[in-house]
């Protein structure tokens, strides 16, 4: 493990950066707590060094995206997003256009064509326990320029996706954090120094704005919030999605309990459009895995799967050619044990065996999801009931 070679080789890529004498950069980043505070991190360094910054959200990689910014912008950057398909990238990278991927979701390789992969499982680390994409996207940003050392703790506000706590690198840059000042033990939490929040409120902000407001400039509001605090006009924002999710979700669970949820031989399904209009598709997922507990409305020993249709507009970016259905699937307690001893398939073959020519799908045993194209759906629901 070395954090020194990764030191090393960020260097380089500084050079080229620097070489390529390049002052408007686009920055994708995932929509989730830690893409928005990996955005607000690479945005701010970046603004700081004199550069213009663009910055898209995506919750997927979809490939007309990439391949439309790969052949208008000579720099381009992801950050929590793209080590899984650094080779994509690399066959979309049209213009030969400098790409910097900062990620911790498991590196591909066969990153070329001027595309560098600085994912630090490559140098030894594991993307699940030791760093977030804020984390690595922080390390970065402190190389390019040590005065970016103040945004330290949004490196942590990202790590807090990680179940296990800070461990690994994250354990150094806590103890660094609190020695320097810019974050104060409170209770089972860290408070960020300057804001007078915790690392947990600022985390749960950020992911109600970047998933319920996905479609109504919440990710752009939760960007401002990691760099300049949450005044009064963003917590009303936060409060008023939180309030329409939690309000949707009521509704669906009513309209479950009242024949929605189709139990078929293996699988448990609903559609959930009607629902979660106007809000991003991760509260799909969100809401399946809550109502994977909800032992007296679903079967422990079926899949849930959800499906909401996508609005084809990604802000700040323009709209997909394609129409698109987002699929959430999760396993219930009884399932899991069943999974685990090899009885049934896992979730993410599950999707990815069904999905087949329609779309992608990824994640884990217990938890996936994936894109289809809209249409599809009623093959997709069978080949899932069959697998
Ligand atoms: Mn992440």
Known sequence: MSIDAFRKDADKVISRLNESKEHFAVVVTHDDADGLSSGAIIKEALERSKFEVKI?????????????LHSNYNLIFYTDIGSAHANLISSLNSKNSLTIILDHHNASGGESNNVYDLNLEKYGYKGETDFSGATITYLFAKQLNSRNEDLIYLALVGSKEIPDGFLGINKGLVEEAERKGYIKKKGNDYLITKFNTTLGEMFSSLQILGSVGYYSQGPEIGIKAAISGIDTSIEEKIKSLEFKRKNANKKLIEALLKGSLKKLNRIQWFDASNFFKGMGTKVLGTFCSYLSYQTHIVDQDKYIVGIVDMPSEIPNWGK????????????????????RSKKSISVVDLLVNSTGPHGFADGHDFAASAIITKGSETEVIKRMDSL
């Open 56 to 68: 898209i959200f995506l919750e997927k990689i979809f490939p007309e995206v990439v391949k439309d």
């Open 320 to 339: 997909l050619e394609k129409e698109y259905c987002k699929i959430s699937a999760r396993a219930p307690k009884k399932l899991q044990e069943l999974i």
